[in-house]
């Protein structure tokens, strides 16, 4: 029904940058709060940004300041610009949006597949 698709991940220098991009497609009425997450090995899935439709964001506190949430909802997509990383940034990120199918839908949670970000001299 509803398909994110995120891609921009890669291999980094520590200092780098790095753009992520998620597009959703589907049968979409609405989509509300979108976001990414990151998981390391061995460690739980852990919030890293979210913007509101209307672009409100909250950031991690690990990443204020070097992380830039944002969002076009012309195109159903939202972007994490990330900028001086750290090896510590390194995870898979996951894309999430919360969906509504038709108006009368409350929405729930969508994932996409993951990309890796791998920060390494």
């Keep these: 029904q509803v398909q994110l698709?995120?891609?921009?991940g890669g291999l980094v220098?520590?200092?780098g940058s790095l753009r992520l991009s998620c597009a959703a497609s589907g049968s979409i009425f609405s989509i509300n709060a979108m976001g990414w997450y990151r998981q390391s090995p061995g460690k739980e899935r852990e919030l890293v940004a979210d913007i509101t439709s209307g672009g409100n964001?909250?950031?991690?506190d690990s990443v204020k300041g070097r992380f830039t949430i944002?969002?076009?909802?012309a195109k159903k997509t939202v972007y994490l610009q990330m900028n001086s990383l750290k090896p510590e940034d390194t995870?898979?990120?996951?894309c999430n949006a919360d969906v509504s199918?038709?108006?009368?839908?409350?929405g729930r949670g969508y994932w996409?597949?993951?990309t890796q970000?791998?920060?390494?001299?």
């Excluded at 698709?5 to 921009?8: C, L, Q, R, T, Y």
């Design 13 to 15: 220098q520590p200092g």
């Design 5 to 8: 698709v995120e891609s921009g």
């Design 112 to 114: 996409g597949q993951g």
């Design 101 to 106: 199918t038709a108006w009368f839908d409350n």
């Design 57 to 60: 964001t909250n950031y991690a």
């Design 117 to 121: 970000v791998t920060v390494s001299s």
């Design 70 to 73: 944002s969002r076009d909802n």
């Design 91 to 94: 995870a898979v990120y996951y």
